[in-house]
């Protein structure tokens, strides 16, 4: 089992910037970024493989970058030029094995931390 922590969500105002962090307790592959808004599906935001491969969606792509630290097993979101519609609850997901990115087939979600942009 792997725990994820997450942590850096806040409010913030638009055009502003926040990183959010993602600590696993254990080795992955795949990890990655979902959000939720209220009355809203969960929708995919960023990931990344083990080799350093991203993706994006097309909503944040040019302006949140994924990275990670395989030393620490973590992973981090860099959210740059944030707008109101980017308000939503944030989940780190992770997995041992290789996932695509985007179908949200992860064995690992962390609870979630609150992201706030206001205009």
């Known amino acids: 089992q792997v725990q994820l922590v997450e942590s850096g969500g806040g409010s913030v105002q638009a055009g502003g910037s926040l990183r959010l962090s993602c600590a696993a307790s254990g080795h992955t592959v795949t990890m990655g970024w979902f959000r939720q808004a209220p009355g809203k599906e969960r929708e995919f935001v960023a990931g990344i493989s083990g080799s350093s491969s991203t993706r994006y969606s097309e909503s944040v792509k040019g302006r949140f970058i994924i990275s990670g630290d395989n030393a620490k097993n973590t992973v981090y979101l860099q959210m740059n030029s944030l707008k109101p519609e980017d308000t939503a609850v944030y989940y780190c997901?992770?997995?041992?094995?290789?996932?695509?990115?985007?179908?949200?087939?992860?064995?690992?979600w962390g609870q979630g931390t609150q992201v706030t942009v206001s205009s």
């Open positions: 997901t992770a997995d041992r094995n290789p996932v695509v990115f985007w179908t949200g087939e992860y064995d690992y």
